[in-house]
């Protein structure tokens, strides 16, 4: 499908989305410390070590005793055993747990060898449940054999795979890790990415406003989705609309970025710079129109070995595109292996009437009432509304066409921001 007016081809997002994680190159590896691992990525499928636990530990305070010694044992009819010795957490067993003996023992301690089972203190009488060593307990429960016992390697076996490679470090993850000795964590390189916003129209966000002036706001909110998909975000000057400057610019900053991003010169106008450079650069222009709104415009290149994406300048545009597209190019790099968004069905909660051309991706805000999920836009659905951004969870994917759609209707959504 082309643009005739324009000269640009128009390809399918999912088009777009294929072109963009073909040209992807795992980042290197590197090896951080474990408690600066969160949030990165396994460059590494981590197995367990050895069995967990790789001792039978007791899952709570009382006395390991042999089950058999317990039948018949009641709040009516207890059962007296001797207490051989008292076995704290850290602690091996010296005694080995014959008939009608108990060791008196913590959660998490070993079992002793003869022990089959434990019975929690409450269920102990009162009055010499602390006499230890020399003295004896009486039982007021009958308990089966493994109760209150972890058994080796019942969490993991040893060699069993725990952490897949590209799983994102969070705080079970870091639990795992440490629990089997790895104080160093292999780990792929954050992608630095620089940011560049174009248009002469831009102010510092400390300058006072001027006459047909706006302070640049899409670098702010790009860093932020660059650190939330795991990048090291590397602010740029504004760029005025000069496609010479820019084209220094963009190749000045290639020596410390793994990729650049841009926001505005993409569209058709006499000042779109991007669009002026698309044309006269010595780099492969893959696409440069895509059938969505927002965004429509949104162009991807490969430029002296290094992907720049070239987003929007209407600040809603931007933030869609770089979800739909700069986040999952991020997460590949990465090794995520579901890099795309994930999609779901949602309840539409607000009638939609804006028909489009292209599908449509409108930022959306869900909910959930007695088991059902609702979602609705959030905000006004302009691509040049910026504070609605804050609303939004989701975007809401409406199909081409004339009519939008109705309250009530089941509609796909993408989960973003993750």
């Not at 995520?336 to 607000?350: E, K, R, S």
Request: charged share 20%.
């Amino acid at each position: 499908m082309h643009d005739l007016k324009f000269g640009r081809q128009i390809i399918s997002l999912e088009e777009a989305q294929n072109h963009i994680l073909r040209h992807v190159l795992l980042q290197e590896t590197e090896e951080v410390p474990l408690g600066e691992a969160y949030g990165r990525r396994l460059a590494e499928t981590i197995c367990a070590g050895s069995p967990l636990p790789h001792f039978r530990r007791s899952g709570v305070d009382g006395y390991a005793l042999r089950a058999s010694d317990t039948a018949g044992a009641s709040l009516a009819s207890a059962v007296c055993l001797e207490v051989v010795e008292t076995v704290p957490c850290g602690e091996v067993p010296m005694k080995t747990v014959g008939p009608g003996q108990a060791a008196r023992i913590m959660t998490g301690a070993a079992v002793p060898e003869g022990a089959d089972a434990v019975v929690m203190l409450e269920m102990t009488d009162a009055v010499h449940r602390e006499i230890g060593l020399g003295g004896t307990v009486m039982i007021h429960k009958a308990v089966n054999e493994g109760d209150n016992v972890t058994p080796v390697g019942e969490e993991a076996a040893a060699g069993e795979p725990l952490l897949q490679k590209g799983c994102i470090v969070g705080p079970g993850e870091a639990a795992v890790l440490a629990a089997f000795g790895h104080s160093l964590v292999k780990v792929y390189k954050r992608p630095r990415v620089a940011i560049f916003s174009t248009g002469s129209e831009l102010l510092p966000v400390d300058a006072p406003l001027a006459p047909g002036k706006i302070r640049g706001s899409n670098a702010y909110m790009l860093a932020c989705q660059v650190q939330q998909a795991g990048g090291v975000p590397l602010p740029m000057p504004v760029l005025p609309d000069d496609a010479d400057r820019v084209e220094r610019e963009l190749l000045a900053a290639s020596e410390q970025a793994d990729l650049w991003i841009t926001t505005g010169g993409v569209s058709v106008g006499d000042k779109d710079v991007l669009a002026e450079l698309f044309g006269r650069w010595d780099g492969e222009l893959l696409f440069n129109k895509i059938a969505m709104r927002p965004g429509s415009p949104t162009s991807f290149g490969w430029w002296r070995e290094k992907p720049l994406f070239a987003l929007s300048g209407n600040p809603g545009a931007c933030y869609v595109g770089f979800e739909l597209l700069v986040r999952p190019y991020l997460r590949a790099l990465q090794g995520a292996p579901d890099p795309l968004p994930c999609a779901a069905t949602a309840i539409l909660d607000a009638d939609y009437g804006k028909g489009s051309a292209y599908p449509r991706y409108i930022r959306g805000a869900k909910t959930a009432e007695q088991g059902k999920v609702y979602v609705r836009p959030a905000g006004r659905d302009k691509s040049s509304i910026l504070v609605s951004i804050k609303e939004s969870d989701c975007l809401i994917c409406l199909p081409a066409g004339g009519r939008g759609a109705k309250r009530g209707e089941l509609v796909r959504v993408l989960t973003i921001g993750d």
